[in-house]
């Protein structure tokens, strides 16, 4: 691999952290990051749901269906497996 960016505009993107949120009351949420279009790809599939995701430890938390918590937040159930963000 080259140390220089391979697409137009990738010198300025942050790097993608190992924990990421998309709440943003949560310690683990990066607004630069969401500045930019980011991917998850879960077990080798490309998701679209991911509210948080955690590299490290193979987890990501999805909304499970349409499932209300008490404060009209989507209730989040965590499915671990291999997990691989990326920028789009």
């Known amino acids: 691999m080259s140390d220089t960016p391979s697409t137009p505009g990738?010198?300025?993107r942050p790097a993608?952290?190992?924990h990421l949120s998309g709440d943003p009351r949560s310690p683990h949420f990066v607004r630069e990051v969401f500045e930019h279009d980011v991917g998850i790809?879960?077990?080798g599939l490309e998701?679209?749901?991911v509210?948080?995701?955690c590299i490290s430890e193979g987890w990501i938390k999805v909304p499970s269906g349409k499932t209300l918590d008490?404060?009209?937040r989507p209730l989040l159930i965590k499915l671990k497996g291999s997990v691989e963000a990326f920028y789009r």
């Open 10 to 12: 990738a010198a300025e």
């Open 70 to 72: 008490r404060k009209g």
């Open 16 to 18: 993608l952290p190992d």
């Open 51 to 53: 509210e948080e995701y």
């Open 41 to 43: 790809r879960f077990n």
């Open 47 to 49: 998701r679209g749901d």
